[in-house]
């Protein structure tokens, strides 16, 4: 059964760079079938997904976060990771990773539902 | 951006009962062959888990009195016969475009 481990600091300074990695077991990462994502929830709040990438680097990334925001993968770990430059309070949140389902038309194929997510982490943006 | 609005935003229900969810889409999320919403539970300190995805299709081991319908803009998570783990948070998440977006939520809560 595929499971999503994220890791990495729980606390980051503001102006700092948030750095996250989600280890992939019980499958490959280098699936044709699938993308990688990140998805964060503020505490007491909704789910803002910031973005996926493909194990051959493609990515897709929130507009909005886009340019504070690198995903990038490790196939030879089985990984894939998220780092979100110039972070403020406005960043604190529980940071889950989540397989990332193609689905596919007749012509073309695209990042759809998340399934599975890792049990999340909490990163906390304070001095 | 596509904004997703669920409504109610808390819906008061006692077991037995059936829910109605709604999740209501500012465009089109469906093509000519497929609907592209996804229905998510979420218990209290636990990441979300899926439900339903294009639409109306029920993911692995979800109980059958979990269903979705609709199509378009507006979308439906019902559920037939509310179990008592059946209260906590439901997000609608749609994929017709490449910026995902995910609606606010609603909360079942116990009557």
């Known amino acids: 059964q595929l499971q999503l481990q994220e890791s990495g600091p729980g606390l980051v300074k503001p102006s700092e760079t948030l750095s996250l990695a989600c280890t992939v077991s019980g499958g490959s990462i280098r699936s044709t079938s699938y993308y990688w994502g990140w998805i964060r929830q503020p505490p007491g709040k909704g789910l803002e997904w910031i973005g996926s990438?493909?194990?051959?680097?493609?990515?897709y990334y929130s507009p909005s976060l886009k340019s504070r925001v690198t995903i990038s993968v490790d196939t030879s770990k089985n990984q894939f990771s998220l780092k979100l430059s110039s972070v403020t309070a406005a960043d604190t949140a529980v940071y889950y990773c989540?397989?990332?389902?193609?689905?596919?038309?007749?012509?073309?194929?695209?990042?759809?539902?998340?399934?599975?997510w890792g049990q999340g982490t909490l990163v906390t943006v304070s001095s | 951006e596509i904004v997703l609005t669920q409504s109610p935003g808390t819906l008061s229900l006692s077991p037995g009962e059936r829910a109605t969810l709604s999740c209501r889409a500012s465009q089109s999320v469906s093509s000519i062959s497929s609907n592209h919403l996804a229905w998510y539970q979420q218990k209290p300190g636990q990441a979300p888990r899926l439900l339903i995805y294009g639409a109306s299709s029920r993911a692995t081991d979800i109980p059958d009195r979990f269903s979705g319908s609709g199509s378009g803009t507006d979308f439906t998570l019902t559920i037939s016969r509310l179990e008592p783990e059946d209260f906590v948070m439901y997000y609608c998440q749609q994929y017709g475009s490449s910026l995902y977006t995910f609606g606010q939520g609603t909360k079942l809560e116990i009557k």
């Open positions: 989540a397989r990332h389902i193609l689905y596919c038309s007749t012509t073309s194929c695209s990042p759809g539902w998340f399934d599975p």
């Open positions: 990438i493909y194990y051959g680097g493609n990515t």
